[in-house]
């Protein structure tokens, strides 16, 4: 699932099925300069967070999903998906997306959260 999103529409958008994603897998959408990782957890919950770890930017989609979290490939930061914060000790926030299940279709907001 690599799909190129226009940053002008900051709507819902339509970016795939659940089923385009492995459990305790990500796949990327690409929303002008910015790619979003999206992740499907064991249990079938969706999150969104922007590809980057906040510590070296590393690509979080090529990390392990576990227990609500990514652990980054690249040095071991573990970031929440659900709030795209760096857990224990390490310090650092990554944007996280708003993002949606209708019956399998997901659904993605293209403006960060709060």
Not at 17 to 38: H, K, M
């Amino acid at each position: 699932m690599n799909v190129s999103l226009s940053s002008t529409d900051l709507g819902w958008r339509l970016i795939g099925s659940i089923d385009d994603i492995p459990q305790q897998g990500a796949r990327c959408v690409l929303s002008g300069e910015t790619t979003i990782a999206v992740f499907r957890t064991a249990d079938d919950r969706v999150f969104a967070l922007e590809d980057r770890c906040p510590h070296k930017n590393g690509p979080l989609s090529q990390g392990i999903v576990h227990d609500g979290c990514v652990t980054c490939p690249l040095h071991n930061w573990v970031i929440s998906l659900s709030t795209g914060a760096a857990e224990g000790a390490d310090e650092g926030r990554t944007a996280t997306y708003p993002v949606r299940l209708e019956g399998r279709d997901i659904y993605l907001q293209l403006h960060p959260g709060a």
